[in-house]
């Protein structure tokens, strides 16, 4: 049976809430479920009420669309209990003491060590001289250190993305200027080939003075042509001695 509305307005939002309730159960948080104030406070008596079907199917619908709680076949299955379930128990993995970090907090009344929520054999035998001894501690919690840790982490690796980013933009530089160095390599001609045109030019060319110039350079180009050879003569090689023999040599 649905219920009664005073205005037009009240029923209209209602409806709409109850035809589409899969397709919202599939985008709400479970922090917007807990305190659903979008409303009205009327559908969190619905929600939160035992005995309504409505609450029932919404919660049912939230649970296995949205939190990823599988679909039991019994009629009695509680979803909204299920959903607080599986949050406890990733709350609890979340800031598990037996997680790979060192928690020592420092009470800010006596500034000592303490671990009010463990207990630990070297506190217990301290006398209070080393570690904390307050009946109450101020100190941070579990979750207030790890907050803080992650968020310190998160700044480093930032300021470490900067420097890789930066170190990246500069090696694409360099690859972008070897690459355009190759390139004039692999548009300059050989060596050889200028030869060819030099000496035509030291030979034939109309005006002495190019034909001197000409000279001058199909000597330079020659000495650099050899220069480009696999097989070339080593100027630093030294002869051996004139008495020395082969066998000599090869001790």
Not at 5 to 23: G, L, V, W
Not at 108 to 116: A, E, R
Not at 230 to 248: G, M
Request: proline share 4%.
């Amino acid at each position: 049976m649905n219920p009664i509305f005073e205005t037009i307005q009240d029923s209209n939002r209602y409806y709409a809430f109850k035809d589409n309730i899969s397709n919202i159960a599939s985008f709400l948080k479970l922090d917007t479920v807990i305190n659903f104030t979008a409303l009205s406070k009327f559908y969190i008596n619905i929600l939160n009420n035992p005995k309504s079907s409505f609450g029932k199917n919404f919660w049912k619908e939230f649970a296995i669309q949205n939190q990823k709680i599988k679909k039991f076949k019994g009629k009695i299955i509680n979803y909204k209990f299920k959903i607080v379930l599986k949050r406890v128990r990733e709350m609890k993995r979340i800031t598990d003491p037996s997680s790979n970090f060192w928690f020592n907090p420092r009470c800010d009344k006596c500034h000592k060590i303490t671990w009010p929520d463990e207990i630990v054999q070297l506190q217990l035998n301290d006398s209070g001289q080393q570690f904390c001894n307050c009946k109450i501690v101020k100190c941070k919690t579990k979750r207030d250190f790890l907050k803080s840790k992650y968020q310190n982490n998160i700044e480093y690796y930032k300021f470490k993305r900067r420097v890789l980013i930066k170190q990246l933009r500069e090696n694409n530089a360099k690859i972008d200027d070897a690459i355009e160095r190759k390139k004039e390599f692999d548009n300059m001609p050989s060596f050889k080939s200028l030869l060819l045109i030099l000496e035509n030019l030291k030979e034939n060319a109309h005006y002495k003075s190019t034909r001197s110039q000409s000279q001058r350079l199909y000597l330079e180009v020659k000495k650099l042509f050899q220069k480009e050879k696999y097989e070339r003569p080593n100027i630093n090689y030294k002869a051996p001695p004139e008495n020395e023999t082969n066998d000599d040599l090869e001790l």
